[in-house]
């Protein structure tokens, strides 16, 4: 089943994996529904660069793609949206705002993959990982897709990123 | 209403807890469990007391032990069995819900979720109870 569900999937949804719109989507409805904020697309995605203050969530996706949800976004937005899911002002980077923003991108991912119906019963979900800093490299097999996009929150930019392989 | 909240993230059950209380649940008691294997350990040391709980919620994507898991064993060993059990949880796939609901799930929520979306799903279970 999952097999055929992913042979179709290579054949004919690329473009529909690709399509930023479903991202769009996701990212309005977790933010909006579960954070209580708008976001808007900005045109520029955040990139690790040197900021040591950089944040990355990342969720593994498995099954008829194998491949990465990550969220990059500073410490400073990291907390405010830790603050507004938690409806209550946090301060600082702390446990509550890793955790916190590790569940956002484990909506992100599940909000995402919900609305590509190939995806929604094929296509697993990892728990959350958050890594502190830029000094890190990421191994991987060369990505058949990706989907990226920058958003912005209150004054924070944050870029979400989907990357992988469609089996 | 006692409730039994099952999640990793100790955000989320904030999360849950308030949005129970702004659709009007009575919320006098919230036990919370890191993960599937901690409910059971709750629920095993509440047997017999009465009533255990009201309502059971429960995140599926979890380590130790996922959601789907936690409700099959409770099944399995007759824990809480008139307890109402709700998933919440970003895996809204169809077979994750009929394995659910195969193992006495009463109702099936996906995040991200609507305070509404809470009331709608809870109230007539606890109604029922």
Same mark, same amino acid.
Request: glycine share 10%.
């Given at each position: @089943?999952?097999?055929?569900?992913?042979?179709?999937?290579?054949?004919? &949804?690329?473009?529909?994996?690709?399509?930023?719109?479903?991202?769009?989507?996701?990212?309005?409805?977790?933010?909006?529904?579960?954070? +209580?904020?708008?976001?808007?697309?900005?045109?520029?995605?955040?990139?690790?660069?040197?900021?040591?203050?950089?944040?990355?969530? @990342?969720?593994? #996706?498995?099954?008829?793609? &194998?491949?990465?949800?990550? @969220?990059?976004?500073? &410490?400073?937005?990291?907390?405010?949206?830790?603050?507004?899911?938690? +409806?209550?002002?946090?301060?600082?980077?702390?446990?509550?705002?890793?955790?916190?923003?590790?569940?956002?991108?484990? @909506?992100?991912?599940?909000?995402?993959?919900?609305?590509?119906?190939? #995806?929604? +019963?094929?296509?697993? #979900?990892?728990?959350?990982?958050?890594?502190?800093?830029?000094?890190?490299?990421?191994?991987?097999?060369?990505?058949?897709?990706?989907?990226?996009?920058?958003?912005?929150?209150?004054?924070?930019?944050?870029?979400?990123?989907?990357? +992988?392989?469609?089996? | 209403?006692?409730? =039994?909240?099952?999640?990793?993230?100790?955000?989320? /059950?904030? !999360?849950?807890? /308030?949005? *129970? /209380?702004?659709?009007?649940?009575?919320?006098?008691?919230?036990?919370?469990?890191?993960?599937?294997?901690? %409910? =059971?350990?709750? *629920? /095993?040391?509440?047997?017999?007391?009465?009533? %255990?709980?009201?309502?059971?919620?429960?995140?599926?994507?979890?380590?130790?032990?996922?959601?789907?898991?936690?409700?099959?064993?409770?099944?399995?060993?007759?824990?809480?069995?008139? !307890?109402? %059990?709700?998933?919440?949880?970003?895996?809204?796939?169809?077979?994750? !819900?009929?394995?659910?609901?195969?193992?006495?799930?009463?109702?099936?929520?996906?995040?991200?979720?609507?305070?509404?979306?809470?009331?709608?799903? !809870?109230?007539? =279970? =606890?109604?029922?109870?």
């Amino acid at each position: @089943m999952a097999a055929a569900i992913a042979g179709e999937l290579a054949s004919t &949804s690329m473009s529909t994996v690709t399509d930023a719109v479903y991202l769009d989507q996701a990212v309005e409805e977790v933010f909006g529904l579960m954070l +209580g904020v708008p976001v808007e697309v900005v045109g520029e995605e955040l990139q690790r660069g040197e900021e040591t203050a950089m944040m990355t969530a @990342m969720i593994g #996706l498995a099954g008829a793609i &194998s491949g990465t949800c990550a @969220m990059l976004v500073r &410490s400073d937005g990291a907390v405010h949206m830790a603050s507004c899911m938690a +409806g209550t002002e946090l301060n600082a980077v702390d446990e509550t705002v890793l955790d916190g923003l590790g569940e956002i991108t484990n @909506m992100l991912a599940g909000a995402w993959k919900a609305k590509i119906p190939e #995806l929604n +019963g094929a296509c697993m #979900l990892s728990v959350p990982t958050v890594v502190t800093g830029t000094q890190y490299e990421v191994h991987r097999r060369a990505p058949a897709f990706l989907v990226e996009r920058g958003y912005r929150v209150g004054e924070h930019l944050f870029t979400v990123r989907i990357y +992988g392989v469609i089996h | 209403m006692k409730v =039994l909240i099952v999640d990793d993230s100790s955000m989320m /059950r904030k !999360v849950v807890e /308030r949005a *129970l /209380r702004q659709a009007g649940v009575n919320l006098t008691e919230v036990i919370q469990a890191n993960n599937g294997a901690e %409910a =059971l350990a709750v *629920l /095993r040391d509440a047997a017999g007391s009465e009533p %255990a709980f009201d309502l059971i919620i429960s995140d599926i994507n979890m380590p130790v032990m996922d959601g789907l898991e936690f409700i099959e064993q409770r099944k399995k060993e007759g824990l809480a069995p008139g !307890v109402p %059990a709700v998933m919440i949880t970003t895996e809204g796939s169809t077979p994750n !819900v009929m394995r659910a609901l195969a193992a006495g799930a009463k109702g099936y929520i996906c995040k991200p979720f609507t305070t509404d979306q809470i009331k709608a799903c !809870v109230m007539p =279970l =606890l109604s029922a109870a």
